[in-house]
């Protein structure tokens, strides 16, 4: 099945922007949708965005809204995160999931990617 893979986090400044890319490897067809959450330190995981291979819905949660754009290539198995306007409380291990069309949950998880946003 899926097997995510991001890449891009890093150090960057309040304001700055930053572009997270996740490599879905072993992509199948039961696989219909992908996403980015996150979790800081001391809290518990962030749903940040999530966005279906072919047509539907693209979902952010309430603090990205306006800040962050998800987008995929399916040709390539892709799919990115691209973080504008940053702030420090952005400052969060990312990981990218993917789902199959039969779960509400997300099964497949990648290592995750530190982003930091310094102040």
């Known amino acids: 099945q899926v097997q995510p893979a991001e890449s891009g986090g890093g150090l960057v400044q309040a304001g700055g922007s930053l572009r997270l890319s996740c490599e879905a490897s072993?992509?199948?067809?039961?696989?219909?949708?992908m996403a980015w959450f996150r979790r800081a330190p001391g809290k518990e995981r962030e749903f940040v965005a999530s966005?279906?291979?072919?047509?539907?819905?693209?979902y952010y949660g309430n603090s990205v809204k306006g800040r962050f754009s998800i987008s995929r290539d399916g040709a390539k198995n892709m799919v990115y995160l691209q973080m504008n306007s940053l702030k420090a409380e952005d400052t969060a291990v990312y990981y990218c999931?993917?789902?199959?069309?039969?779960?509400?949950?997300?099964?497949?998880w990648g290592q995750g990617t530190q982003v930091t946003v310094s102040s």
């Open positions: 072993g992509r199948t067809r039961s696989n219909d949708r």
């Open positions: 999931a993917g789902k199959l069309a039969t779960r509400t949950e997300y099964d497949y």
């Open positions: 966005i279906p291979w072919s047509s539907g819905p693209i």
